[in-house]
């Protein structure tokens, strides 16, 4: 279906390279990814088998060896596609003492230097008395990140996209003072210190996007124009049942990078029953809503894109 309805808007002589090599599906996708003509689809099965990896590595908190092994099982899959994860590594005090915490971070060159971050956390909340398995709150955007991760290594990108995987979004305790968003607020640090934010144009966060009855409003916090670009595909793509035109206030990852004077916007869904209890497991999520986000993100690149002049 993609490659016909590319084709009809093709000139004659590249519908006849195209005709050439048609016996040859391989040839003929990378020469619609390398004509900048089509860009790859979002595949949430794949997300989806992600999701049940993560999963049964069991509850991922920081600083715990579940969330090692999950680290290890993000390098491995961006690894195999050819990206290349780099541990931003510290120790960060929390009310429980000294957690060793670690964002990962992955590169797709674009066209130019500036950069676009696409952002998310990995890590589930800590909860001792019963077995948190984080499938939305943690394990979606960590899935969802790897797919798109994919996605997006074989798309022409006019900004050099940052897929960012956050340590430490959860409180240890209590979500209050500084126990939260651990990971967000050091990366900012470092790339204030650093001078790596004047390269840094918006950042984009997923968080809790997998609840099967997905209804995610727009976040007061975030900027506007973002939000607009997003919520409006979304609207265009008669999708609107997922982004909600209401309005919430959401406190999460992209703070620290609107404090720091990045345009940001969290895209969430709050309003989910199984939220930090036993139930957020593989049944309170669907692949579909997975599909939903990528889909409409992936609509919303090129508008964002031209937002920020490239
Ligand atoms: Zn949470």
């Known amino acids: 279906m993609r490659r016909r309805s590319t084709q009809s808007t093709l000139s004659t002589p590249r519908r006849f390279f195209f005709a050439c090599f048609a016996c040859?599906?391989?040839?003929?996708v990378s020469s619609i990814a390398a004509y900048?003509?089509?860009?790859?689809?979002?595949?949430?099965?794949?997300?989806?088998?992600?999701?049940?990896?993560?999963l049964a590595i069991g509850p991922r908190p920081a600083g715990s060896p579940?969330?090692?092994?999950?680290?290890?099982?993000?390098?491995?899959?961006?690894?195999?596609?050819?990206l290349k994860a780099v541990d931003q590594a510290w120790d960060d005090e929390t009310p429980l003492g000294r957690v060793h915490m670690v964002n990962l971070i992955a590169t797709i060159p674009g066209a130019t230097a500036d950069r676009l971050a696409i952002t998310g956390h990995y890590d589930t909340k800590l909860f001792r008395e019963f077995r948190?398995?984080?499938?939305?709150?943690?394990?979606?955007?960590?899935?969802?990140?790897?797919?798109?991760?994919?996605?997006?290594?074989?798309?022409?990108?006019?900004?050099?996209?940052?897929?960012?995987?956050?340590?430490?979004?959860?409180?240890?305790?209590?979500?209050?003072?500084?126990?939260?968003?651990?990971?967000?607020?050091?990366?900012?640090?470092?790339?204030?210190?650093?001078?790596?934010?004047?390269?840094?144009?918006a950042m984009v966060l997923v968080d809790m996007i997998a609840d099967r009855d997905l209804g995610m409003r727009r976040d007061s916090n975030s900027t506007k124009w973002l939000t607009d670009i997003i919520w409006g595909q979304?609207?265009?793509?008669?999708?609107?049942?997922?982004?909600?035109?209401?309005l919430t206030t959401v406190e999460d990852d992209h703070l620290p990078f609107l404090a720091a004077g990045i345009p940001s916007v969290d895209i969430i869904d709050l309003d989910y029953d199984a939220w930090h209890t036993q139930r957020d497991t593989i049944e309170a999520v669907s692949a579909r809503?997975?599909?939903v986000v990528g889909d409409v993100l992936l609509a919303s690149l090129p508008q964002i894109e031209a937002h920020l002049n490239h």
Do not use: C
């Open 289 to 291: 809503s997975l599909q």
């Open 132 to 201: 948190f398995l984080g499938a939305s709150d943690g394990g979606s955007s960590a899935a969802f990140l790897l797919e798109l991760a994919r996605v997006l290594k074989a798309r022409r990108n006019r900004m050099t996209i940052e897929l960012v995987f956050l340590d430490g979004e959860e409180a240890v305790i209590e979500w209050r003072g500084n126990d939260h968003t651990y990971g967000s607020r050091h990366y900012v640090d470092v790339a204030k210190r650093s001078g790596a934010l004047d390269s840094l144009k």
């Open 66 to 82: 579940a969330i090692e092994q999950t680290r290890k099982y993000i390098k491995d899959q961006l690894t195999a596609i050819g």
């Open 234 to 246: 979304a609207a265009k793509m008669k999708l609107d049942g997922a982004f909600l035109p209401a």
């Open 36 to 54: 900048g003509q089509a860009t790859p689809k979002f595949d949430s099965s794949r997300a989806w088998e992600h999701l049940r990896q993560m």
């Open 24 to 28: 040859s599906a391989l040839i003929v």
